[in-house]
């Protein structure tokens, strides 16, 4: 019962229902070329098992699966924003707790202008999915911008006479 005991637990319970919302998310807004999975044991360089943690996606198009994390950076951001929201929506299923908000800080920087039309639809999916009211995001991709339900412009608070502290008491 120690705590890497618990933690290792608590991911191999989390993972498939992770992996199954996260693949969700993947394909409802980005099509069926990724899937991915929660692998909590991991083979050595002898060819032995031990506890670790990677995420692993298939790629559809080429066949071929490999770690998150040799992924290049738009493919690596779309899965890790699907995974992020997998985990939120999770949590709201599982922890009994309300949550109403999300929060994203300029997410989208690595895409191209259709991954981020899709990254915006996968927004309203989570939402829709969770009950989340609404989701806060930061972004200077004025695509993005305009297909949001509301903008908070700060830098037209700022021209209209608004200081920092009264602009984040307003926000």
């Known amino acids: 019962m ?3 005991g618990l933690i290792a637990l608590a991911i191999d319970d989390a993972g498939p229902a992770l992996s199954a ?3 969700d998310l993947l394909l ?13 044991l991991l083979e050595t360089s002898k060819g032995e098992q031990k506890e670790g943690f990677d995420i692993v996606v298939h790629d ?8 998150v994390s040799m992924m290049s950076g738009g493919e690596r951001t779309l899965v890790e924003l699907c995974l992020t929201r997998a985990i939120a929506l999770y949590l709201a299923r599982n922890t ?3 949550y109403t908000t999300l ?3 300029e997410a989208d920087g690595a895409l191209d202008p259709q991954r981020k039309r899709m990254f915006m639809a ?7 999915l969770g009950g989340y009211e609404r989701e806060f995001f930061i972004s200077q991709t004025p695509e993005l911008t305009a297909m949001a339900d509301a903008v908070i412009d700060i830098d ?9 502290d009264r602009c984040v008491s307003l926000a």
């Open 156 to 164: 037209a608070l700022r021209a209209d006479g608004c200081d920092a």
């Open 21 to 23: 919302l996260g693949n």
């Open 96 to 98: 009994g707790r309300r």
């Open 103 to 105: 929060f994203t800080d």
């Open 122 to 128: 996968m927004k309203r999916e989570v939402l829709r």
């Open 2 to 4: 120690s705590n890497d």
């Open 28 to 40: 409802a807004c980005y099509g069926p070329r990724f899937t991915v999975s929660i692998h909590t």
């Open 60 to 67: 559809g198009d080429t066949g071929d699966s490999k770690s």
